[in-house]
């Protein structure tokens, strides 16, 4: 029974190792959207797709996907309050159709990257999509001084429950925290008792994080270098959590751009995907993940 169980053990460890090696993803073609400033991250969300960026203020625009075309529809969310730029740097959405909705804001206070002004904000999804601005749809404004450089918001699952991670940017100290979102939607501080539920530490340069629900599997976007090049870090969610530190599965680092990736998602399945930088040009790429 004992070398049966070992051989059992061998043989998983295997078919892990297959899988992580066999994960890998192409650049297909770039396009470049307007209007965007410089674009800080995708969301898609039941079937459409949400381009933000820092323009003159924090704004988001609405596309959908018409063949191997991005349309924009027309229709656009600046993240003002009285016609004041309150989101003026979004640094991710936290969005799974069933719990509140978090963006994120970090803004660098000094050159060395040691001073952050990092805030998460709740907002009524429906209704900033609708009026187009944060008034009346600002439901909290959450000081998330549990973070060290920057808050990134996307959903995850662990144990059948949803939460939201966040997770820094710079290049010390840098983790992974999931917060419980009904706790998080109306606290003051990230470091009240019970907001934070877990973390574990991760590798520097996190602009965004996208998760994927089916395969229990968190990409972490990063750059390979302070605002340069492209870095995908695919992490088994759950073992990272529970070690307290990444478990990688696989690291794509084979997309040759210099530029400063900040966002990626999927459209629609698990192989189409739009990374999106803050170049001026080619700031939309269309991927392909191959598993």
């Known amino acids: 029974m004992k070398k049966i169980l070992i051989a059992a053990g061998l ?19 770039s396009i470049t959207i307007d209007s965007l400033g410089a674009c800080q991250g995708v969301s898609y969300q039941s079937g459409r797709i949400f381009l933000y960026g820092d323009r003159e203020v924090g704004m988001i625009r609405e596309f959908k996907m018409d063949g191997d075309s ?22 991710g959405i936290a969005y799974n159709g069933v719990d509140p909705t978090f963006i994120g804001n970090s803004v660098k206070m000094n050159p060395e990257g040691t001073l952050w002004k990092t805030t998460i904000y709740c907002v009524d999804r429906n209704g900033l999509l609708k009026t187009g601005t944060l008034d009346g749809n600002l439901i909290n404004t959450i000081d998330d001084d549990a ?4 808050a990134r918001p996307e959903y995850v699952k662990y144990h059948g429950k949803w939460y939201v991670a966040s997770a820094d940017y710079g290049n010390h100290g840098n983790e992974v925290r999931l917060y419980d979102p009904q706790k998080l939607k109306t606290c003051k501080k990230s470091s009240e008792a019970g907001v934070l539920y877990k973390k574990f530490t991760c590798t520097p340069w996190v602009q965004n994080m996208k998760f994927i629900a089916d395969k229990g599997i968190l990409v972490l976007i990063q750059n390979k270098i302070e605002g ?5 870090t695919y992490l088994d969610l759950e073992k990272s959590i529970d070690a307290g530190k990444q478990v990688i599965l696989s690291q794509v680092d084979r997309i040759n751009r210099g530029d400063e990736l900040e966002g990626f998602s999927f459209i629609g399945n698990d192989q ?3 990374a999106v930088t803050s170049s001026r040009k080619n700031n939309v790429n269309f991927t392909t993940t191959n598993w």
């Open 11 to 29: 043989i998983a460890i295997a078919i892990s190792a297959f899988k992580a090696a066999n994960i890998d993803m192409s650049l297909d073609r």
């Open 70 to 91: 991005l349309v924009y529809l027309h229709k656009e969310s600046k993240l003002t309050l009285d016609g004041h730029d309150v989101i003026s740097h979004p640094t």
């Open 147 to 150: 973070c060290i450089q920057g």
């Open 228 to 232: 340069r090049q492209w870095r995908f």
């Open 272 to 274: 189409k995907g739009l």
